[in-house]
Structure formats: structure tokens, C-alpha cells
């Protein structure tokens, strides 16, 4: 199997932004659980520039993350943003404490005006690139929180529009409002559950972002993980992340880290080719998820 390296192999995100493969999440850059300020601020700004040297040019953090304190991170790094940095971040969730039980739902309009305007000021734009509804609020009518992201979007105040943990169905919904150019469901080697909204949107050309890209579940065959990891002299999470990308070529994996070490191993797999025989046997770890 032919694999270019991640600096050849792009996607056009909405169609018109062009992002490298392997992206950076930017939640773990806070203090842990995505709750207040990171120990070493000097360590984390060093990170989020680092990451940009190495050829990330999409970003994705959220206002929940700190919160309000990962975009505050992103913007004290790294603005004036470089040509062609791409930076999502998300709405729709309220922070009243550590998450995941601290995170309230909330997906009126003047509560997503209110937030993506504060993501506006945090991020020190006058556009938000990528603006993602983190979650569908169950208590709010879809129609109206998707009414409201297509006038943000007319207004310009945002350039694409996406989602997060949505069915097809859901997709299609909002598709009757705005194009839909990105959606983040959790997705990794061994959690394979949202592999039919991965193909819709491989048939919609919109961008398929795995939150929790490399996962826990490595622990269901590691064998296998080893065994193939062995072959090309890499950890089984650099792998894990190979995987994706080689999996389908509308994948966007944004793995996360606090550590500049981690980073880097992180984007060694930009190097990684995996071969039809890899690939086979670790297709076959999906099965028994």
C-alpha cells in the first residue's frame, strides 16, 4: 500500500482549506481533566509552537477546555497565526466543573452566540475557520441550534461548519441547514462503532475527526498490535495512529499531548507506511470490538 508521507497527503477541509493529515488536540494542553491552568505555561506555549514547526497546521480545541483556557494557550502562542494554520474549536457545552460530570449541554442560539463570540475574542480572529457544535443538546430542537450556526455562518463569522458525536441521520439533518465539513465521533483501532458515519461522510467528502484516536482498547489484542508495530521498529500507539490514516483518506486524527516528547513520537508516524498485509491483520482487530 502506497502511503506518501503526512507533508504530501492533505485534506480539504470544507472543501477550500487545505489540512495536513495529522492534526493536534488541543484539550490535554490544560490541567487535567481539561480543567484550569496548565502547571508549566511557558512548557505548554513551547509545545503549541513546536507542533506548528513539525507541520501541524490544524488545531482543534473547544471553549470547555480549561475552560475558555485552551483557545487563550492557542492565541498567546501562536498569533499572529502563520499562512495557512487552520484552528476549529467547538460550542455547545458548558464547564461548571472537571468533565466529564462538571459539562452541561447547551445548544440555544443565544448561548452559542454568546460562546462563539467569546471563542471570537479568545482566539483573536474575526472568523472562527472551523466552528463545531460539540454535542447535539437533546433538550434544544436540532433545527433550531442548526438554524443558528447557518446565520453565523452567512454572517461570516464562521467559515465551516461542524459536528461532534452525531449519527448519519443527524448529518443529513443538518446538512438540510449548512454543508457540513467536518464531524469529530470517537472513533480508534479497536472502537469501530461509528464506522457507518465514517463512510457517509467518505461519500460526502467531509472530514472524519476520531477523538480519542489511539484508545484504551489496545489492550483487547496487543499481540497482534506488537506483532506489526515489531515490523516497522515503532510503539503499538504510533501504530494505532497509522492506522487511521492509512484506514480512509477523509481521517483526520488529532492526537493530543502536554509533552513536546510525545509530540514528536506522535508525528514520526507522518513517515510510517503500512502494507496490505498490515493492514489486513489489523483490519481484522475491528471484528471484535
Known sequence: MDNPSIAETTF????????????????????QPAWGQPTNRPAILALLRRAVELGVNFIDTADMYGPFISEELIAEALHPYAPGLVIGTK??????????DGVLLDGTPQHLHDALAGSLRRLKRERIDLYQLHRIDPRVPAERTFAFLAEAQRQGLVRHLG???????EIKLAQQFFPVASVQNRYSLFDRASEPVLEYCR??????IPW????????QDMSTVEQVAARHQVAARQLALSWLLHHAPNIVPIPGTGSI???EENMQVASLRLTAQDMQELDKLGQVS
Open 163 to 169: 459536528l461532534s458525536e452525531v449519527s448519519v441521520e
Open 261 to 263: 516528547a510525545h509530540l
Open 212 to 219: 480519542f484516536p489511539i484508545g484504551g482498547g489496545l489492550v
Open 91 to 100: 460550542g455547545g457545552a458548558v464547564s461548571f466543573g472537571p468533565p466529564p
Open 12 to 31: 480539504l477541509l470544507g472543501g477550500d482549506l487545505p489540512i495536513n493529515r495529522l492534526g493536534f488536540g488541543a484539550m490535554r494542553i490544560t490541567a
Open 203 to 208: 461519500e460526502q467528502g467531509i472530514a472524519f
